[in-house]
């Protein structure tokens, strides 16, 4: 590194920063207006700026990354969206009990200036039953005289109540200190891979598209009830499912099943919903009905697993359905509007008749290979220099900017990074990346690739 003009610290940092797996998620829950929305942007702050361009996908987010004294985590905004029919109550409660449910800690937002209301009553003894770590976050306290309002929300039985002003930034640093206390390092769901247990499956898409047909396919007997109304007692939210000689936790399936929320109208538990599904998870099943145009929805839901960093596979159901035409017409619209997770493995399955649902498991088991895979610095540098030779940048200002050396810093999904002597363009990052895939395989996983320059 030194002969190449790069400070061994620079090196190790750059190295450091990418190189992390899954991040932990931190949950921000509250009523509406009571600023975190505020409080998020607050968090993120200008890195939300700094987001690769994937040309012609939308995005809707729910997570953002975010940093605070080194550290990086997840955040799951649950503001930004209006009251809906479900009425106030209702609707809070299934926002923070979607986004607690993902959440390795959570930071519940009161407006100190309104003091607690019945609805905060309500979301409290949503953190209470689902024990996880929580810091009161007493906003709108924008001076000193608002001290003795947050001081009454002692009441609320959650320890200590952080006097916050968002609007301002007054307190959000003793607050997200007290955050990274209570937030573990990883994600609290990936210690159980740690020790060899199941793994962990999302099966997600739009509504209709097939999800809970193919869970009670695959879970081999009707145990998920469409079109069942909201319980009265709690779902299992994870379910254990064998399949393939392996047990395998499909996260989530509650959501699956809950459909109460989805019918009424707001799209935005359906993103919520997926959103925590996927953190939840190491692997997405994306299910996509085959039988009608690829939707923009649809390109949503991948984004959103490709974003999160995990591992995919694309399953194409009610396949029974299909004549030639439609065939013919949906590999068009795959080039066209999957262009970009061509590395997806993909089944085409049909829940009703259960068509190839045995080549579901060695597709799963495919993506989490590539998501784990690690590439040994030597023949990355070797492939890195035959590459560079063969194929260099193009000369930009008189000027030709090389990749010098390069090192994957990180797995699940692969992170590398590419030292160079000058700007890389977008185009020959994605010519780079091609050709990793190209060579060292990398089937159903993103892959992330950072550039360091030279100074
Ligand atoms: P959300 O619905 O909980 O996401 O709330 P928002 O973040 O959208 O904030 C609701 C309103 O409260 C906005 O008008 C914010 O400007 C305001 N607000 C948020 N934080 C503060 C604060 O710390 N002090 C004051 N005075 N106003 C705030
Ligand atoms: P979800 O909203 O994604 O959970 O979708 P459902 O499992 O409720 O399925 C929506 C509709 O599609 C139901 O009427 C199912 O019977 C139907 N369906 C699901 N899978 C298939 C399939 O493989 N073939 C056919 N023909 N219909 C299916």
Known sequence: AAEEGFDIEDVEGAIEAAGHGPLPVLAVVGRPNVGKSTLVNRMIGRREAVVEDRPGVTRDRVTYEAEWAGRRFKVVDTGGWE?????????????????????????FVVDAKVG???????????????????????????????????????????????????????????????????????????FGTAIGGPRRIALIGRPNVGKSSLLNKVAGEERVVVNEMAGTTRDPVDEMIELGGKTWKFVDTAGIRKRVHLQQGADYYASLRTAAAVEKAEVAVVLIDASENISVQDQRIITMAVEAGRAMVIAYNKWDTLDEERRYYLEREIETELGQVVWAPRVNVSARTGRHMEKLVPAIETALAGWETRVPTGRLNAFLGELVSAHPHPVRGGKQP???????????????????????????????????REEFGFEGTPIHISVRVRE
């Open 402 to 436: 090389r990749i010098l050396f390069g090192t994957q810093a990180g797995t699940k999904p692969p992170r590398f990074v590419l030292f160079a002597s000058g700007f890389i363009e977008a185009g020959y990052r994605r010519f780079i990346e091609r050709r990793l």
């Open 116 to 190: 607690a209301t019945d609805t905060d009553e309500a979301v409290v003894r949503l953190l209470r039953k689902a024990g996880k770590p929580v810091v009161l976050c007493a906003n709108k306290v924008d001076g000193p005289s608002g001290e003795a309002d947050a001081a009454y929300l002692w009441n609320l039985g959650l320890g200590e109540p952080h006097p916050v002003s968002a609007l301002h930034g007054r307190g959000t640093g003793d607050m997200l200190d007290a955050v990274l206390e209570v937030l573990p390092n990883a994600p609290e769901q990936s």
């Open 83 to 107: 009251q809906d029919v479900l009425g106030i109550d209702a609707s809070v409660a299934a926002q923070a009990e979607y986004a607690i449910e993902a959440a390795d800690a959570v930071v």
